[in-house]
């Protein structure tokens, strides 16, 4: 039975402990800081199977565009990828936000992961035209600084 | 003469070059990805003299504790930290949050910035009580995922 509830700060532990792993080792403990476990609770969420994490999403509402909120992070446990607990947690996320006057949601992922690329077309995310084409999908170079080249994601809800 | 004015997102680039070497070579671009500059724009700053930057700050309004607001990032030219730009950057983000109802400031640093401590101190931040002490100074063990010790400021405004 899954189960999503807000988070909480001392979620942040549990998540920080699994991250790398759930990313197949990349380093990814630096990109999500304690802040957004803090300060992000109304629009980030934890899925749990049994009391067992199985993803969390940290997303939050634009503080510059209002009607805008942004994904930062969702982490998926590698054994659940295909039991569509991520498009749950999206879906919540819509509704969140949307309750909230939201009807645009942006997020980014990188060239390299094209499942994620894939997951996001699937969800009616559109990409948005960057500075050059790799592998077919148009992507911003240097987007997250010097080598740091992002796939840019928009969806209206 | 000193100006300060909000950051926009192509600040982004140009902070981004320097901000390593600001640092001394701590590598720091992970930890601030794009999307501040995005979407925490009305709260966040560039220090300019004579047009050229000397100093940045990047912070957000709690979307959790109303009447909270975080400072997530502050970088000043190395040649300038005896200016009191950091301080002026520092007062601005207060007045604005204030305006907005904030009553609260947090930020955190590394137990190993003394300056930063200091600087902290002398502006009236209080340190939050840790689970251990490094050299007279209150620190919370792996505030930012295992190894990453943090000291804790509070401000009242």
């Keep these: ?3 999503i509830r807000n988070v909480q700060e001392h979620d ?3 998540i920080i402990a699994v991250i790398n792993d759930w990313w ?3 380093p990814m403990a630096d990109m999500l800081p ?3 476990f803090i300060h992000f ?3 980030s969420f934890i899925a749990e199977e049994n009391g067992e994490m199985t ?3 940290v997303g939050f509402l634009s503080q510059t565009f209002p009607g805008e909120a942004y994904i930062h992070f969702v982490g998926v446990h ?4 295909k039991d569509g607990v991520g498009r749950q947690l999206y879906q919540h996320f819509f509704e969140t936000v949307k309750q909230q006057g939201c009807h645009t949601i942006r997020c980014i992922t990188s060239p390299v992961n ?3 690329i894939s997951f996001h077309t699937k969800l009616g995310f559109a990409i948005e035209q960057g500075d050059k084409m790799v592998d077919g999908i148009s992507v911003s170079s240097n987007y997250d600084g010097r080598g740091n080249d992002r796939v840019v994601f928009v969806k209206e809800i």
């Design 12 to 14: 942040y532990t549990s």
């Design 34 to 36: 304690k802040l957004f």
């Design 1 to 3: 039975m899954l189960q």
């Design 78 to 81: 590698p054994d659940k990828r």
């Design 55 to 57: 993803a969390f999403l």
């Design 114 to 116: 094209r499942t994620s």
């Design 41 to 43: 609770q109304p629009t």
């Design 24 to 26: 197949g080792g990349r």
